[in-house]
DNA sequence: GCACGTTTCAAACAGTCGTTTCAATCAACT
DNA sequence: AGTTGATTGAAACGACTGTTTGAAACGTGC
């Protein structure tokens, strides 16, 4: 498929880099490849980038400028603190994960990055990743005012990793409970899910299912 | 570094193989760099092995093989359906998660397949993924009987989705709170925040933290 | 029309890749 | 010793990689 669009040959590369890049990763994905899908000669990318490597930098901060578009501060703000849990979850199943959206090299491409980090890593902890855990922190914070920062840094990532599991593992949970049974889980019913699984945890909100209770010596069937 | 065990070479050219692809992943590892690591020629891979597919295939069998000791089942389902649950959080995250000993390549490689599927993949969750999957299933049916299956999915990858975020994630997470504050979230500590944060959720345990009361309006400060 | 800097192009560069070939080596058995 | 089959070795194969080169083509200002 030749995307040949009115725009420059440099954003066009840029494009069909940030897509290769991500579908195949750095080392699978070859210049030549790139320029064909836009029609270019292969040296253009040296041209235009210098060199390989460039590319893929540019292509990597291309994908956080395009992908994340940052909630404003006072819609996020809005409500309990339990709410603004809610929010953020929902926002970050949404956008990060992308369920819907699975056309996106955006988020894809970062993916890659924090699994396999490159020198790039740095950059874009610094610019993309950071102020959106900043965020997450600080509801953290206003949720359970008394933890301690380990705790508050262990209940971050319990949040964040229920959510990126579905972006990491979803070719093997696809798999584990059946293509149909995974479809089932779309957005809505996750974000509701996990939202539910932490404020329990949290205390702010009943637990998610009514199991045997604590005390009762149930030692298995 | 040559390697050179008094075992045979097929042996030792599928161990540092699985280095290899672990380290780098399948394109940017060569069998020539794993050839040089154990001093045997390069046309051994395809003698021994067919093709560099082949022998990715069988470093991936192998590090299922050797990676995942399966714990007894009557060890497992010893206790309350909680104390089954923070026992299999535990050794999940023992083994693996793989904190302390970083140096085996077996759950790397895995960890790789999975977030990069091949045709392998399909073996790999049948073999040793599913089995595992289906035990942690069972804790949950029995520590909740009356939920429906869409909703034990979504608990299971909660479960599943925080240990593995702490390997997925593991370089981000290291720049995102520090060095040092990342080093404090050892074995002991995480096994018990996470175990605690799921038991909370399912009702099965107090809440992991004192916060705000649910029916207090507290619409921010 | 002419000269200018920018962009594109085909071609070749040196290097690495996975794989193949075939002779040399080795151990084992008659 | 001699033969057989399994294993290893150096070298080359064709295909691909990222990159460089130098000449065309382009639009723009004089």
């Not at 750095?26 to 041209?47: E, F, L, M, P």
């Not at 093997?172 to 889980?185: H, K, P, Q, T």
């Not at 209770?213 to 298995?220: A, E, L, M, P, Q």
Request: charged letters at 20%.
């Amino acid at each position: 498929m030749v995307v040949t669009e009115a725009t420059t040959t440099k954003s066009r590369l840029l494009e069909a880099a940030g897509q290769e890049f991500a579908q195949k990763g750095y080392d699978a994905a070859s210049i030549r490849k790139i320029c064909d899908r836009v029609g270019a000669n292969c040296a253009a990318v040296n041209y235009h980038f210098g060199s390989k490597e460039q590319l893929y930098l540019e292509a990597l901060l291309e994908a956080h400028r395009c992908g994340t578009q940052v909630i404003p501060e006072e819609f996020l703000l809005q409500g309990t603190p339990a709410e603004q849990l809610a929010r953020f979850i929902h926002h970050f199943l949404k956008n990060v994960v992308a369920l819907a959206q699975k056309n996106t090299w955006h988020h894809t491409l970062m993916l890659r990055e924090m699994i396999q980090p490159t020198v790039a890593l740095e950059t874009l902890v610094r610019e993309a990743i950071r102020p959106k855990f900043e965020r997450l922190l600080g509801i953290l914070r206003r949720a359970c005012p008394d933890v301690d920062d380990r705790r508050l840094h262990a209940l971050a990532f319990s949040v964040i990793g229920q959510c990126l599991h579905y972006r990491t593992a979803g070719e093997v949970n696809r798999r584990l409970i059946g293509e149909d049974a995974y479809e089932s889980l779309d957005l809505e019913f996750l974000s509701h899910h996990i939202s539910g699984f932490c404020l329990a945890a949290l205390g702010l909100a009943p637990p998610l299912v009514q199991s045997h209770t604590v005390s009762s010596s149930d030692v298995k069937a």
